[in-house]
């Protein structure tokens, strides 16, 4: 539900006008209507602290493009008629990269045990199997208390399994 602003925190429409208040979720959208572009920022008196953009329209169908960085644009028609106050939410989808990343397996045998590193990120302990990797070149790191730190580089490929089997 969008929260009711009191009255008196809408300025006033002028004659022949709509007023058009737009919600963004999450905040700080951009909203375009026809030549009007507003960035939604928050408004003195709503008590919700929402973001909203607000325009003064002629009465009529409007579209309306939201955009923010990061999410797919969204688009809502709304009618307005000549005095109108009216408000809309526009909730955004996070962009996706259309495909998943390739990824590959890795499975790892370490005497004695280790941690196993990538980079700051700790994959897990050795021994282990079959741990997604996306594909590419990547530099494991393998840490045992009573042992030297040691640093390998391993490819991953698409759909294949990697296995390391060594001793510390």
């Given at each position: 539900?969008?929260?009711?602003?009191?009255?008196?925190?809408?300025?006033?429409?002028?004659?022949?006008?709509?007023?058009?208040?737009?919600?963004?979720?999450?905040?700080?959208?951009?909203?375009?209507?026809?030549?009007?572009?507003?960035?939604?920022?928050?408004?003195?008196?709503?008590?919700?602290?929402?973001?909203?953009?607000?325009?003064?329209?002629p009465p009529?169908?409007?579209?309306?493009?939201?955009?923010?960085?990061?999410?797919?644009?969204?688009?809502?028609?709304?009618?307005?008629?000549?005095?109108?106050?009216q408000r809309?939410?526009?909730?955004?989808?996070?962009?996706?990269?259309?495909?998943?990343?390739?990824?590959?397996?890795?499975?790892?045998?370490?005497?004695?045990?280790?941690?196993?590193?990538?980079?700051?990120?700790?994959?897990?302990?050795?021994?282990?199997?079959?741990?997604?990797?996306?594909?590419?070149?990547?530099?494991?790191?393998?840490?045992?208390?009573?042992?030297?730190?040691?640093?390998?580089?391993?490819?991953?490929?698409?759909?294949?399994?990697?296995?390391?089997?060594?001793?510390?």
């Open positions: 539900p969008v929260p009711t602003i009191p009255i008196d925190a809408t300025p006033p429409v002028d004659e022949g006008m709509a007023y058009l208040i737009v919600r963004t979720i999450p905040d700080g959208g951009t909203i375009k209507v026809g030549d009007q572009s507003r960035h939604a920022t928050r408004q003195p008196g709503d008590p919700t602290g929402a973001t909203t953009a607000q325009l003064v329209l009529g169908k409007h579209v309306v493009t939201a955009e923010l960085a990061g999410f797919q644009s969204e688009q809502r028609t709304v009618v307005l008629a000549a005095g109108d106050n809309i939410e526009i909730t955004f989808t996070k962009k996706t990269t259309g495909r998943p990343t390739p990824m590959g397996k890795l499975t790892v045998r370490t005497t004695p045990w280790s941690d196993v590193y990538l980079g700051t990120r700790k994959l897990g302990q050795a021994p282990f199997a079959d741990l997604e990797l996306p594909v590419g070149t990547h530099t494991l790191t393998f840490k045992n208390p009573s042992r030297p730190t040691v640093t390998k580089t391993v490819t991953i490929k698409a759909g294949k399994s990697v296995k390391l089997n060594f001793n510390l």
